[in-house]
């Protein structure tokens, strides 16, 4: 049994322990609001971009000299796998959830005879995975040193992402990321951004009534890499406020569990107190009685 | 016929105009071309360069580099990677676009070189418009 001295210094760091956990949450409420911000006004641009990508892709999937990055490069042997987590941690499941997925999905196309190379965005995920995949890795993007995302960002990425897909090095890109919906569900996410895809159903409501300038073909292939770059962007954002909706409900929770634990050992601190005091009472009345 | 026409500049990270507009002159790929209300629908991807908005209030200059123009009778919708008011350009901010124009034209591809030395023409052509001096 512990005594009273050591529950009391027990119970002063569980009260520190709150207290960091209870300003990180709130920080990361502050962080949260200002990243569903960014995430709310990036979308119109990204929003615009789908729609007129997707009826200019409608139309132009069937020309002969279609972009490669609508077609893909002929083949599917290679996959690139980016895989987007946070810098920091004590955020909950987010960066495993996010891992989990891309471990999945490269078991799968494993068994399915595929190559995949693995480019990781953020410290977090790279360390996961280094022990089961680090062969497979072919770069990483550091976001540390970043204070707030910008579409520059993303457009060195998407950069970077092309290059290799020009250079021959991979067939498909995919990007894993977490979608934010609520403080508390985030969802992890596999999008496939080389080539690229399009919902069907947008393509239609586009319509095909534009005059082009220049020739359509030729804005598509303008408009594609950027379509890739605003597609990262759009994922980096959204994984800015999963990550930090994910700290707040795990800070939260940490709170609450720090406050059950203080007033758990408050109880016993005070039964001990008590029951060092009854036993001192029994002493001296049989003491005084033994006279 | 309507005399204003909705008109949305929209860049990556927000929305940086939106307001009721008589016309719209956007630096279009192959030229500058006037957006008034009822024009026919058309898209045109965008060369570096100042855009003009008319409003019943006056006009309104940004530069925008990077994106493509939506056009219809009733919008005429921009999206462009860069998009500020001239007023807040900065020296500055036209050397970077200048240097990034630049470094991309060296390591441009063979095929897309001309394209990339005519971004770097119309980066310059830019900058000297707004009043600056940029390092051509």
Redesign the interface.
Known sequence: MPSLKDLKTRIGSVKNTRKITKAMQMVAAAKLRRAQE?AE??R???E??EK?MSG?AASATGAANAPRLLIGSGSDKVHLLVVMTAERGLCGGFNSSIVKLARTRINELRAAGKTIKILTVGKKGREQLKREFGDLFIGHVDLSEVKRL??SN??EISRDIIGRF?AGEYDVATIFYSRFQTVISQIPTAQQIIPAVFDESKAEEAGA??????TEG??LA??LP?GV??QI?TALLENGASEQGARMSAMDSATRNAGDMINRLTIEYNRSRQAAITKELIEIISGAEAL | MADTMQF?L??????VASEQATQVVIP???GDLTAMPDH??????LRPGVLEVFTAKGSQKYIVT???A?ITADSA?V?A?RSHPVEEVTQAMIDEMVAEARKAHEIA?PDVVDASAKMLADMVAMGTHVGFEPQG
């Open positions: 960014a006004n990036a119109p641009y990204a615009r971009m007129v200019l910008g579409y993303a457009q020009d009534l534009y005059d082009y300038e220049p030729e804005i303008e408009l950027r770059a605003t962007f | 949305d929209v860049a990556p990270e927000r929305r279009g790929f192959e026919a629908p058309l898209i045109t991807t990077g994106g493509f939506e919708t999206l990677e591809h």
